[in-house]
């Protein structure tokens, strides 16, 4: 089975500071892992994605996201936080190479709330 | 580019109704995954269709059910509605097993 684990409900930073939003993950085989973010009452954006090759990862608005292998992380990092950045932030894991029906089901984890504080 | 609808935005139901959801696919794919996500928790995997049959389901009854249709767009009926199905349902499109692109979401409600 596979999961992911977001240790933090809620990350507060002030803006210009870097932040980061922490993720660690269980999964058969290598994984392949993804940052979304949900804004009140939408839907979830693609922020990035890690497949393999370069452990750092960038993406969308500035966001990117380091892969650990071996402590199974994937962090979503971005070197100076804005205001309209609050919102919330999920990772999700699934296998890279699937093994039958239902197999590339993404797992999320239950979301950090990251509040940026002007 | 059109990326992925769902409609309708909002639904109120009782108790034992049943309901339909739409979601048109982003263009050029061709997989459907629908998502329920609870009041403070992270998406739950319902079932995915590619080409038109059911690839794959998370840990939900029978009375979810799906359907994906020839121009890829999907429907998620839930039959016998109960309080605990009130979520926001979520439809993510993407190119067979490539990134998932989502959906606003359908805001369902059970009294």
């Known amino acids: 089975a596979q999961s992911v684990a977001q240790p933090e409900d809620q990350v507060n930073v002030a803006e210009g500071n870097p932040l980061t939003v922490k993720c660690t993950y269980s999964?058969?085989?290598?994984?392949?892992l993804f940052w979304y973010v949900q804004y009140p009452n939408r839907g979830l954006q693609f922020l990035l994605k890690?497949?393999?090759?370069?452990?750092l990862v960038k993406g969308s608005y500035g966001f990117e996201a380091e892969f650990n292998k071996s402590q199974t992380s994937f962090h979503l990092k971005k070197p100076s936080a804005l205001v309209s950045d609050s919102a919330l932030y999920f990772c999700a894991v699934r296998a890279l190479r699937g093994s039958g029906a239902g197999s590339y089901q993404l797992t999320f984890g239950k979301g950090t709330k990251l509040s940026v504080i002007p | 580019e059109t990326g992925v609808t769902q409609s309708p935005t909002h639904l109120i139901k009782t108790r034992g109704q049943q309901v339909t959801l739409r979601c048109s696919s982003q263009s050029g794919h061709n997989t459907v995954s629908w998502y329920q996500q609870a009041l403070g928790q992270g998406p739950q995997f319902i079932f995915q269709?590619?080409?038109?049959?059911?690839?794959g389901r998370g840990n939900f009854p029978p009375r979810f059910s799906g359907l994906q249709f020839p121009n890829y767009s999907s429907e998620l009926n839930v039959n016998a509605l109960e309080l605990d199905d009130s979520a926001l349902y979520l439809c993510a499109s993407s190119f067979s097993t490539d990134t998932q692109y989502f959906g606003p979401g359908t805001r369902l409600t059970v009294l």
């Open positions: 890690y497949i393999t090759g370069d452990n």
């Open positions: 999964v058969s085989g290598n994984p392949y």
């Open positions: 269709y590619y080409r038109e049959e059911e690839n």
